[in-house]
Nanobody
Framework: QVQLVESGGGSVQAGGSLKLSCVVS????????MHWYRQAAGKEREWVSS???????TYADSVKGRFTISQDNAKNALYLQMNSLKTEDTAVYYC?????????????????WGQGTQVTVSS
């Protein structure tokens, strides 16, 4: 069973930085991609950033130029470096992993989620 555990959240003032980590355990046959999502209080969960097996990255417009996603396959870890934080970045941040049994990723994937880590940015 795949498990994801996030860490690195906390409280920071606007303009500050935090680095989130997500450690993955459990066996998978093929990783299709990893993602960061966030959910602010009273709002729906929104996508933040993704990275695929080829290290291609994508970002939501709201975080582009401020956040950097990266992965360390040797450590089975995913990271999110967050700089120039704004109060609107306050949310619970979740990591997610897409994987399958070796088929085409665009056709069939399963997704596992972490439990989330709170990020609070104050003015």
């Amino acid at each position: 069973q795949v498990q994801l555990v996030e860490s690195g959240g906390g409280s920071v003032q606007a303009g500050g930085s935090l680095k989130l980590s997500c450690v993955v355990s459990g066996y998978i046959f093929k990783r299709c991609g990893m993602h960061w999502y966030r959910q602010a209080a009273g709002k729906e969960r929104e996508w933040v950033s993704s990275i695929n097996s080829g290290d291609t990255t994508t970002y939501a417009d709201s975080v582009k130029g401020r956040f950097t996603i990266s992965q360390d396959n040797a450590k089975n870890a995913l990271y999110l470096q967050m700089n120039s934080l704004k109060t609107e970045d306050t949310a619970v941040y979740y990591c997610a992993e897409d994987y399958n049994d070796g088929g085409v990723c665009s056709i069939s994937v399963a997704r596992s989620w972490g439990q989330g880590t709170q990020v609070t940015v104050s003015s």
